[in-house]
């Protein structure tokens, strides 16, 4: 892949001297094994008709599912319908969740699954509208609200694949094992296929400058 | 130029997955190629950048709605479940949209949305209220055919006297006290002259429709009659903006295209959602438009709507093993799937003269059941109403 330049873009110079990243929190670390003990227990709970269990999960979950949506469709709503449409199906089909495997990759899934095929759905239509669209799409009036402009945008402009991969990564931190998990793919691919993406986030966000 | 194992040793860096030895490695690369610098810092510019945006709260009704959500297939689910193994095509599937759908819709109308599922249960609504019953109910009218009245349900409680008799054109005579009664109604005389009924009523399709076990098991059923009867689902059907759904192009190319017809017809659906040929019905053009459709959104926010949905009429209707067999009849289904039974359907005049009385009316008439069983006695009965005066 081609890599631009430093000199073509003044504003992404070369600092002067050569972070190892440890500084920033970026680490794959894995999810304590102790949560995936607590998912397992509670739809074990949820299976034997413990209404409390299920509030757990959904508490424990409805946010993360909500993000994943949230910044692979761009809106709010469809990320709403998203996430209860998740929440439907996978209380429907909790018999069949196979607790050797981790619950939050198999919801993740789901919610990749069900963002992709309103992606699908929507594809022909313009659906974002000023209302219900990822607030910041105005233009940004501070920090944080330019970054969640600019990257918003730079998420839209990824295909889907690329997007679930950035999202996965640095939205929700999940290591590679953990996307292969979810995605249902080899590390290997993961890793080649998020270097990628970010290689494609990367050029969006530079065309962006100019 | 970067090669590809150098820009994976950066990214790698970036995500902290690196070895003692690939940082090493990474260290000396930025210190030789100024490439890598830029790349390293770009890239860790984007990773800062990513970092800056932050999760954001989900809306404080979703959780509620998740949960009776929730709740609500927890309900239906075992339902769902016990349905018997023999009704694995049309009931099965109808059973579970029916249920689901209505479970969805509820959501859906807290949320104040209208999700592609929504169609489905309109769809289903559509099905019953044209395609199945092929007339607007009408419990609250009197009536003075096969014995309806004020006090009868809707429905045809005489069907099973004139299950096995034939009629020849002999008997569609005005001198027949059954035709004679049919005829002196000015409503059924007018509807029964119009071209388009004359039309459909060539058409075997349509007739065996108006004649099959399936239908008069299907209207003899008393959720069926109840919901037939029930003040929300009258409303719904009178409203002005399921009669502007219905004549919707939209709604009507759904109805019409080969998604809907293979959803319908296929033996395989056993789950909704899960179901590729739904996903195929939901991608569709027809469905598309529909969702964006004016129209469909006025049916979703319609209170009478939602009172159906929310009907236990309409919830034991799904749910009746009887409803089910008949709707799983063979007769129905290739109804619905036959082309010129969709061409009557979707035609305009057609649909105005369903949403009559007359047309109720006379199809609750055992006499008419019987003799649209017969291409000869239809057409003799077409004859006699154009003899008769308006």
């Keep these: 892949m081609h890599v631009s330049p430093v000199a073509a873009h003044s504003a992404w110079a070369a600092p002067t001297t050569f972070p190892t990243f440890a500084d920033l929190d970026c680490t794959l670390d894995e999810r304590p094994r102790a949560e995936d003990d607590q998912d397992r227990e509670l739809v074990r709970r949820c299976l034997s008709g413990e209404q409390a269990a299920a509030v757990t999960l959904v508490a424990r979950y409805e946010r993360r599912l909500f993000n994943i949506a949230l910044r692979m469709l761009g809106n709010v709503q469809d990320a709403e319908d998203v996430t209860q449409s998740v929440f439907c199906n996978a209380f429907l089909s909790l018999a069949s969740y196979d607790p050797r495997y981790r619950f939050f990759s198999w919801i993740y899934r789901m919610t990749m699954n069900e963002s992709l095929n309103m992606l699908k759905r929507r594809r022909p239509m313009v659906t974002l509208n000023e209302e219900s669209s990822i607030p910041g799409r105005e233009p940004a009036a501070d920090a944080a609200m330019e970054a969640e402009d600019r990257v918003g945008r730079a998420l839209n402009e990824l295909n889907a694949n690329d997007r679930s991969l950035v999202v996965l990564r640095h939205f929700q931190s999940l290591s590679y094992d953990e996307i292969a998990e979810v995605l249902k793919v080899a590390v290997p691919t993961v890793k080649s296929r998020l270097f990628t993406a970010r290689q494609r986030l990367r050029l969006v966000l530079l065309g962006q400058r100019v | ?390």
Aim: charged fraction near 25%; aromatic fraction near 6%; charge should be neutral.
């Design chain 2, 1 to 390: 130029m970067l090669q590809p194992e150098q820009i994976e040793l950066i990214h790698r860096e970036l995500d902290g997955d690196s070895t003692p030895e690939s940082s090493a490695a990474f260290r000396e690369l930025l210190l030789v190629d100024a490439e890598a610098r830029a790349l390293a810092a770009e890239l860790r510019e984007m990773h800062e950048l990513l970092g800056r945006v932050k999760d954001q709260a989900p809306p404080p009704h979703l959780r509620n709605t998740i949960l009776a959500s929730i709740r609500n297939f927890a309900r239906a689910a075992p339902a769902v479940a016990a349905a018997p193994s023999s009704l694995q095509s049309l009931v099965r599937w109808f059973t579970l949209q029916l249920r689901s759908t209505t479970i969805r819709m509820e959501n859906v109308m807290l949320m104040k949305k209208a999700l592609v599922i929504g169609g489905a249960a309109v769809a289903v609504i559509a099905i019953i209220g044209f395609a199945v019953t092929g007339y607007p109910p009408s419990g609250r009218e009197s009536g003075t055919i096969g014995g309806l009245s004020d006090t009868t349900p809707v429905g045809v409680q005489q069907a099973s006297r004139y299950r096995n008799r034939t009629v020849t054109e002999r008997d569609v005579t005005l001198a027949n006290p059954e035709i004679q009664v049919l005829l002196q109604n000015h409503e059924i005389l007018e509807l029964v002259k119009s071209d388009v009924f004359r039309n459909a009523m060539r058409n075997d399709e349509f007739r065996a429709l108006q004649s099959s076990d399936a239908l008069r098991q299907l209207t003899a059923n008393d959720a069926f009659k109840s919901l037939m009867a029930s003040e929300a689902y009258h409303q719904l059907m009178a409203s002005e903006a399921y009669r502007r759904l219905a004549s919707n192009d939209a709604f009507r190319r759904l109805q019409a295209s080969e998604e809907f017809r293979k959803a319908l017809a296929s033996d395989a659906l056993r789950s909704l959602r899960g179901n590729e040929l739904y996903r195929k019905l939901e991608a569709s053009d027809e469905f598309r438009a529909l969702r964006a459709n004016d129209a469909y959104r006025a049916v979703m926010a319609d209170e009478a709507f939602r009172q159906v949905l929310e009907n236990d009429a309409f919830r034991a209707m799904a749910a009746n093993d009887a409803l089910r067999s008949a709707l799983s009849s063979e007769a129905l289904r290739a109804a619905m799937a036959n082309d010129a039974f969709r061409a009557v359907m979707a035609n305009d005049a057609f649909r105005k003269a369903m949403a009559t009385d007359a047309y109720f009316r006379l199809h609750a008439a055992d006499i008419f059941r019987a003799l649209s069983r017969s291409s000869a006695a239809s057409e003799a009965f077409l004859s006699e109403a154009m003899r008769a005066k308006l």
